[in-house]
Structure formats: structure tokens, C-alpha cells
């Protein structure tokens, strides 16, 4: 699979394809009075609107019962879930955020604020917040799963496949948990592996449309587009997919070098309650599903696909030729003495040296030829946290991060190193000295993302 078509994927699952799953909210303490009765009510109603996947009708039977007592945590959990569910995602983080002051290690809360993060394109945050969820909620199948969506969010994809496995342990045979591994594995170009497990889920009773169309996508992306066409039709309206096929056909003639595609297709209608992809408070797309267009690819490893960097616009090929990463030096000027020893060093026959002398100059000419990065035992990493065109700025970000995060960063040592891009001109990168060892690097970069401090990890050559 295409660079470019692994692009077009991850950005259509960010726009639908990709499911979190809810879990149904617990029910509040059964009490004899005419109130709780009216509570009962609301939550069966409210339950019942979710069933049906009618969350605008849901989200007021919970905005009721939260108004009533914004203490009841069902009420908060539910009407969280159920705006999420609408695209309204600040709206539920708000509500989320404002119950976690009395009760910050609450597990339904930290696990529903986990997916809001995730819908408004915070994946970093979303696997702090499911990661703090205890061990005694070890056996939560959604957990696990919306902590696999989010690793396939910043590009992690064996991570987010062990997470989808240990759910489908807690959960077997779940449509939702198998349509999110089938994507996560066509995302990392296992393309029959993916639609052997999305079949599954698309065979399921709870299978939806989404899924059916999900399948459809990865069949037109294989170049079955017959068996495409059977799927697109079962669920959309003929003029809607009349235009999905359109596009796949026109995806088909971009990967063998014709036009590219200009529109997305339709993953499914909405449903009752539910706002059109375009609509609400949409999530962004995630800039890690771009980070392989726009990052400067000095070898980016898995890491730099969690954030594309903070004002970046060192926006380069994705794989420019190795002199486009050179460090910007002064030559000094030519003098006619020089020139003159030049010549005479061309001039004058070359006689290796035989015997220890050889094996010694040798030695010495590899030596000196070796950067100091190069020199260090083992693969390296580089932490890179921004790049500019004015130096200025790159020394203004340096030294405001070396304030804020000192202890995160004490030994990283972060310098502004100018580069010049082949047909891009002259950068200047807020980098790291090289780290050995990747985990150590990958830990401070994953420590910094939390932070909303955007870092890409970078393999030192």
C-alpha cells in the first residue's frame, strides 16, 4: 500500500470509521419516594434512547437527571457519553472535568473523559486518562479498546493490536473491538488481515452500517471494487452510492497513476439523533494521521506520529535525498595560497602506505570522517520539539520549555541546530543531544506529549 493511500485511510478513519465503545450507565440507588421513582424513569428512558442509537433524545433525558443532582455520577457519565456520541465532545469534557475535582481517580469518569479526549484528537491525553484506571478495573473490555484506538491514533499500531486482543479476551466476538482491529491492521498495511477481521464483525448481528462500509472501503482499496459495490448498496441511498463508488473508482485510477480522488465517501448515514460528519463540535483531525506528509524524514519512528510539531513549518518531502539534512556551516574563504596548495596536492602522486602505517591511517581517516553522534555505541534517538524559519523563535521555544518542564527535560539537553532543506531553504530545529537507547527517549517524548508539548522522535543516521 501507498504512502499516500496509508494517508488517505488514516484520515478517513479519523473522520468515522474508527468506534468507541459506551458502556450503559449504572443505575442510582432504588429509593421509595415519588423523586426516585421520576429518576428511575428518566434512566430507563434515557437507556433506552441509547439502544436505539437516539442520542439527542438520550443526551436530555440525561441533561434532566444531571440538573437535578449534577452530584450523580450515572447522570454525569451519561450525558457525557451520549454528547460525545453528538460530537460535542468540549461540552462533555467540561462536564467531565468539572465532577473530577471531587473525584479524580473515579474510573467511569477517567474511562468516558479517555474517549472524549480521543474524539476532540487528544490520543496522548486519552492514554494518560485510561491508563490511571486501576488494576481493579482491569476487566473493562471498552478500556482496552479505546486505549487501542488511541495507540492507531498516534501511529503505534502492534501497541493498539495487543490492547484490541486483551479486549477481545474480556469480550469475544465483539463487532466493535474487531472493526477497530481490522482498521488499525489496514492502517499498518495488513490489508487481507484486515478484511478477514472485519468480515467477521460485518457478519455479527450487532454488525452496523458502519461496519459494512468500513469493509467496503478496505475491498476498494484492495481493488475489488464488484465486491465493494455489494456492500456500498445494502445501507446507502442509490444516489449516495452512486457517489462512493464514484470515488473508488477514482481512488483505483489514483493508485495506478491516474487522477487523484477529491472527495471522501460517505462511511454511513446518520442515524436518528446522530450529527452528519460535518456537523457539531467535530473533532480535528488528528495531526499524526499528516505527520507522514509533513514530517521531515530523517528515518521517523513510530513517536512522531503522536504530534505534528507546535508551529511547524519545516513541512519537506517525505523522503528527501540524505544532503537535504545538512548542518549549516561557514565555509571559509578561498585564498590564492590555498588555491595553489590545493593544486599541488592533486599534483603529487598518492602512495599508501603498506604494512601497521596502512591499518593506522586507515584507522584515523575513518575517525575523523565520524561524528560525534555517530561515535556513541548503538542506535540513537534525537527528541525533536519544534521547528522555524527565525532562529529567533527556535531559541524563544528552547528556553520557554527548559522553564516550564526543567525537571522532565534536566539532562536532555535541548540546543537549536540550523539545517537547510534541499529546495526549502534554512531551518532552525529545537533538538535534544542524541539519547541512547530508544526506550529512554520514546519515554521523555511520551512524557512531554501528555504535557501537550508536541515531540517527534528521531533516529540519529
Not at 117 to 129: E, N, R
Not at 265 to 288: F, H, N
Not at 358 to 380: I, L, V
Not at 435 to 446: H, Q, S
Amino acid at each position: 500500500m501507498s504512502k499516500s493511500i496509508s494517508i488517505y485511510l488514516a484520515t478517513i478513519l479519523c473522520a468515522g470509521g474508527l468506534m468507541l465503545a459506551g458502556c450503559a450507565a449504572k443505575p442510582p440507588p432504588v429509593e421509595s419516594d415519588e423523586g426516585s421513582r421520576l429518576g428511575r424513569s428518566l434512566y430507563e428512558a434515557a437507556e433506552s434512547s441509547e439502544q436505539r442509537r437516539d442520542f439527542a433524545t438520550a443526551a436530555a433525558y440525561y441533561r434532566n437527571l444531571y440538573r437535578r443532582d449534577p452530584a450523580d455520577l450515572s447522570a454525569v457519565v451519561g450525558l457525557a457519553r451520549a454528547l460525545r456520541r453528538l460530537l460535542q465532545a468540549k461540552e462533555a469534557r467540561a462536564i467531565l472535568l468539572r465532577a473530577m475535582k471531587d473525584r479524580q481517580n473515579d474510573a467511569d469518569l477517567l474511562a468516558e473523559l479517555g474517549k472524549v479526549q480521543l474524539v476532540l484528537g487528544k490520543p496522548m491525553k486519552a492514554i494518560h486518562s485510561l491508563s490511571r484506571i486501576g488494576a481493579g478495573d482491569s476487566k473493562r473490555w471498552d478500556v482496552e479498546d479505546a486505549l487501542g484506538v488511541a495507540y492507531d491514533r498516534i501511529g503505534m499500531y502492534p501497541q493498539a493490536e495487543r490492547r484490541y486482543r486483551k479486549a477481545l479476551v474480556l469480550s469475544p466476538e465483539n463487532a466493535t473491538v474487531l472493526n477497530n482491529l481490522a482498521l488499525s491492521m489496514a492502517q499498518a498495511e495488513r490489508l487481507d488481515d484486515a478484511i478477514e477481521m472485519l468480515e467477521r464483525a460485518a457478519a455479527l448481528p450487532e454488525a452496523t452500517p458502519r461496519m459494512r462500509q468500513n469493509l467496503a472501503m478496505l475491498y476498494a482499496l484492495k481493488g475489488d471494487l464488484a465486491t465493494a459495490e455489494q456492500y456500498v448498496r445494502r445501507d446507502l441511498p442509490a444516489d449516495i452510492a452512486d457517489q462512493n463508488m464514484a470515488y473508488y473508482r477514482q481512488l483505483q485510477k489514483g493508485m495506478t497513476g491516474g487522477a487523484s480522488p477529491i472527495r471522501p465517501p460517505a462511511i454511513a448515514p446518520p442515524r436518528k439523533g446522530e450529527l452528519p460528519a460535518t456537523g457539531g463540535d467535530k473533532a480535528k483531525t488528528p495531526k499524526s494521521m499528516t505527520a507522514a506528509a509533513a514530517e521531515p524524514a530523517t528515518k521517523a519512528e513510530a513517536m512522531p506520529k503522536a504530534a505534528a510539531v507546535a508551529a511547524e513549518t519545516d513541512k519537506t518531502p517525505a523522503k528527501p535525498a540524505p544532503a537535504a539534512q545538512t548542518t549549516v556551516t561557514k565555509e571559509p574563504a578561498k585564498t590564492p595560497a590555498a588555491d595553489a596548495a590545493t593544486a599541488t596536492a592533486k599534483a603529487t602522486p598518492k602512495t599508501k602506505p603498506k604494512g601497521k602505517a596502512a591499518k593506522k591511517a586507515k584507522a584515523e581517516q575513518t575517525a575523523s570522517r565520524q561524528s560525534p553522534d555517530k561515535a556513541a555505541a548503538g542506535p540513537s534517538y534525537r527528541l525533536q520539539l519544534g521547528s522555524f524559519r527565525d532562529a529567533d523563535r527556535a531559541n524563544d521555544l528552547r528556553k520557554r520549555l527548559l522553564e516550564r518542564h526543567a525537571k522532565l527535560l534536566e539532562g536532555v539537553d535541548l540546543r537549536v541546530e540550523g539545517v537547510k532543506v534541499a529546495g526549502r531553504g534554512e531551518f532552525f530545529r529545537v533538538q535534544s543531544k542524541p539519547v541512547a537507547g530508544r526506550a529512554l527517549a520514546e519515554d521523555t517524548c511520551l512524557k512531554l506529549a501528555v504535557r501537550d508539548v508536541p515531540c517527534m522522535l528521531v533516529r540519529v543516521p
